[in-house]
């Protein structure tokens, strides 16, 4: 019972690491919560189910429909988180904390919205993209579709460090987050950076929104609200910033929420809690997170 909770709770928590990392990148640069982050999420599922409406991918081999979808869900949203920078929070730059913040939820409730009026109030099923193998673990189980995501999270989880880390792009994106003014006399296109780190939140959350709607076989236009709340819960917990916490973050909260769904009575009805009372913990016992002190850089 234990090892089948684990397994369920890191398959939940790689989704919810996945779409933490969205938030942390924007506050890690711009000091600021990115909440339409949620939809981005919710379109790039969205955008991965329209392409199955194009001629000729259905008839396709599983494996070229299961890239073709994530390539085409990392690109739309990377595409529209993007857009919302230029369009939403450039101009509000220099503008007081609330004004970014109040944007953020305008555009969110906007998309949201667009998604209800333009597609569906309805849940829409999604393809089963392969056919799903169940293994035995002892007398647990896990399927071929738990290992798909849970591969798929932490090799772009694993991608995005290796760029931050590594990279010349990557060290010019740690200057701006240090120190923007100074990265500027240095010669580094900050905006160019910021739109950069939009794109690459937005990409991870488009992969989310895929990786999700095959997790639960449907999507719904207001399917990000509790993922986003719960992958923020995340990043908070393993430290706002850090992108090593968010990972952390997303686990943890994945692992809780399945153990308390599994163990305790009713828990299936009560799992959201979770994360609402994790986040209040932490913000009272420990508001930096778990490595919030031990990584003092912001990415």
Known sequence: MFIQQLINGITLGSIYG????????????????????SEIFMVGAFISLGLFFI???NDSPSFLQLFLSLI?????????????EKIAYRPLRHASRLAPLISAIGVSIFLQNLIFLLISNQSL????????????????????LQLFIIFVSLF????????????????????????RETAELLGINTNGIISLTFLIGGALGGAAGLLNGMYYGSIKYNMGFLPGIKAFTAAVLGGIGNI????????????????????IPGGSEWKDIFAFAI??????????GLLGEKLPNKI
């Open 18 to 37: 996945l779409i933490s990392l969205g938030y942390t990148l924007v506050y890690g640069i711009l000091m600021m919560i990115n909440f339409a982050h």
């Open 55 to 57: 001629p000729g991918i």
């Open 72 to 84: 085409a869900a990392m690109a739309g949203s990377a595409a529209l988180g993007f857009l919302i």
């Open 125 to 144: 099923p999604y393809p089963e993209l392969f056919p799903v193998k169940q293994f035995k673990i002892g007398e647990s189980e896990i399927n071929s």
């Open 156 to 179: 772009l989880m694993i991608a995005l460090k290796f760029f931050i880390q590594k990279t010349r792009l990557g060290k010019a994106l740690r200057a701006t987050a240090g120190d």
């Open 244 to 263: 090593t916490g968010a990972v952390l973050g997303g686990l943890i909260i994945g692992i809780l929420e399945s153990l308390g769904a599994g163990y």
């Open 279 to 288: 986040l209040i913990l932490v913000l009272l016992i420990r508001p930096e």
